[in-house]
């Protein structure tokens, strides 16, 4: 079996502070995927059953068939996600990996949580949809923010969006499917893109935004899901709206 690293970032953070937000759940619930009813437990029920080698900072996601490995780098720590298999495997190679891509959100939640917001709770939007038809534009062009795709990383960025907000911030990261941009107005919280290309179960495509605030009060936070579901709901087919 060949290992594989899917997923390589590093966080401006010591190793022991990311070992701890990786390896306890309480902790996880800050960064980990987006708020929905069962995530605590969830979260309890994967990490349980998990295999933690804490001399080496190794933690194996079970089920699933990868492992956390982390290694420290003065007072940054690199967090890698490995997978095992076999060598030649072709499907390994230029598909869209839904895990894989999971993966790469997380860890970007994770390294904004504990470089900008250590501590503090969070609350998520999370969207998921399919192209209604063949054409439609894919979801950082729905919105408005197409440009963003060839701003640098590290760059400031000032946007209306199709919601009908005003976006200010920095673009966070990119990847060939994903685009990451801080948003002053989330309360200096996180928007992740991931744009998915056609599937069998998308035919014309689609993708998934993960809105991140912090600070957001329960008024505010409420007109953004509204304002954010509605317009996903008139752009896509529906497959999930979270909370």
């Given at each position: 079996m060949a290992d594989r690293v899917i997923v390589e970032i590093l966080v401006a953070a010591p190793i022991?502070?990311?070992?701890?937000?990786?390896?306890?759940?309480?902790?996880?619930?800050?960064w980990f995927g987006w708020d929905?009813?069962?995530l605590a437990d969830d979260l309890v029920g994967m990490w349980s059953g998990n295999r933690a080698d804490d001399e080496n900072h190794v933690l194996h996601a079970d089920p699933m068939p990868d492992r956390f490995k982390l290694e420290a780098l003065g007072a940054h720590t690199i967090v890698r996600i490995i997978r095992s298999a076999p060598a030649e495997d072709p499907s390994w190679h230029g598909i869209y990996d839904d895990l894989a891509e999971g993966w790469l959100t997380f860890m970007q939640q994770l390294k904004f949580a504990l470089e900008r917001h250590p501590g503090e709770e969070r609350r998520t939007i999370f969207l998921n949809g399919r192209a209604k038809q063949a054409g439609d534009p894919d979801p950082i062009t729905a919105l408005g923010l197409a440009k963003l795709w060839v701003t640098p990383v590290g760059e400031a960025y000032d946007a209306k969006m199709s919601t009908g907000e005003h976006a200010n911030g920095i673009v966070w990261y990119r990847s060939g499917n994903q685009l990451g941009l801080t948003v002053k107005g989330f309360g200096d919280g996180l928007l992740i893109f991931n744009v998915r290309p056609k599937t069998e179960k998308s035919l014309h495509g689609g993708g998934t935004i993960t809105l991140t605030?912090?600070?957001?009060?329960?008024?505010?936070?409420?007109?953004?899901?509204?304002?954010?579901?509605?317009?996903?709901?008139?752009?896509?087919e529906v497959i999930e709206i979270q909370p």
């Amino acid at each position: 079996m060949a290992d594989r690293v899917i997923v390589e970032i590093l966080v401006a953070a010591p190793i022991e502070t990311v070992w701890k937000a990786v390896k306890d759940p309480a902790e996880a619930r800050r960064w980990f995927g987006w708020d929905y009813p069962n995530l605590a437990d969830d979260l309890v029920g994967m990490w349980s059953g998990n295999r933690a080698d804490d001399e080496n900072h190794v933690l194996h996601a079970d089920p699933m068939p990868d492992r956390f490995k982390l290694e420290a780098l003065g007072a940054h720590t690199i967090v890698r996600i490995i997978r095992s298999a076999p060598a030649e495997d072709p499907s390994w190679h230029g598909i869209y990996d839904d895990l894989a891509e999971g993966w790469l959100t997380f860890m970007q939640q994770l390294k904004f949580a504990l470089e900008r917001h250590p501590g503090e709770e969070r609350r998520t939007i999370f969207l998921n949809g399919r192209a209604k038809q063949a054409g439609d534009p894919d979801p950082i062009t729905a919105l408005g923010l197409a440009k963003l795709w060839v701003t640098p990383v590290g760059e400031a960025y000032d946007a209306k969006m199709s919601t009908g907000e005003h976006a200010n911030g920095i673009v966070w990261y990119r990847s060939g499917n994903q685009l990451g941009l801080t948003v002053k107005g989330f309360g200096d919280g996180l928007l992740i893109f991931n744009v998915r290309p056609k599937t069998e179960k998308s035919l014309h495509g689609g993708g998934t935004i993960t809105l991140t605030t912090y600070g957001v009060d329960d008024a505010t936070f409420q007109q953004m899901r509204q304002r954010w579901s509605e317009w996903w709901s008139r752009t896509y087919e529906v497959i999930e709206i979270q909370p």
